[in-house]
């Protein structure tokens, strides 16, 4: 069933799927929308000859059979569409009102192709508790072919000096990469060139990435490189969530890392965090 529908048909609709169908009326279904019963019921009534929903013996209105996977299709659809404004960082009544409007005019390919990435965000948060602890191998078998960008941060290994950036922090381009394909999952850092200014006389350096190592549980191993690119296992990282909300909870993921540079020294422990 193809049927054009505005904004207002959309919200009608998207209530009178939520109400038991005894209780659906026009004059329930604008008190749900805050608007008057005439105005509903002239905005409604073009559906029933588009064969969308018909009026009962009783009066009540009820989804014809094609009706309803409509309105199911574009209830997924929104769906889609907010979680994908609110992964983006829009607020949530905002992401609501544009959803409905991307909803009537985005072509059905659209949620495929972009929409996929909060969603599986999504299920990942919602498979552990707040709190939960679980290894990257776990969230490997939760998703199975997933490709998807998070921040990072790189910060010293040292307790008397807590949550304080390590200068390799300014060493990779942000995001990473997260590659899940095949029960693998792979984290790529891309390198970059980095300066500091040596106390003693202010003189400026460069220096970069030469050799990259993460601890495996046992010792540290050097990471896979190709070009300027670095890429270590994804079961090697220890995630653990925050936040009590799906939508507003947060995956991170911590790694240790020993790095050596071209003309810094960073052979010292370094703690990532994945978000």
Known sequence: MTVQLDELQLKALIAMRGMPEKERSYVEIA????????????????LIEEGVYFMTASGRPSFTDEGQKLIDKLIKYKKR???????????????????????LFAESDFYDKIIDQPNKVSIMKSKFNSGAEFTGAELTEIVKNFKFEPMFELLKYDQSRFQEYSMANRGFYKPCTVIIKNGKGTVIFKRKSMSAQIPSDHTDIMGYANSFQYFDG??????????????IPLDKFHFYTIGENDDTKILKGVIYLRFNCATFDHSKKKTCYLY
């Open 81 to 103: 569409v907010r979680d994908f404004l609110l992964y983006k960082g829009m607020e949530k009544e905002a992401a609501e009102a544009h959803a409905d409007r991307m909803v």
């Open 31 to 46: 008190n749900r929308l805050d608007i008057k019963p005439h105005k509903l019921r002239r905005s409604m009534e073009p």
């Open 218 to 231: 046992n010792e540290f191993v050097e990471a896979d490189r190709k070009d300027d690119t670095f890429s």
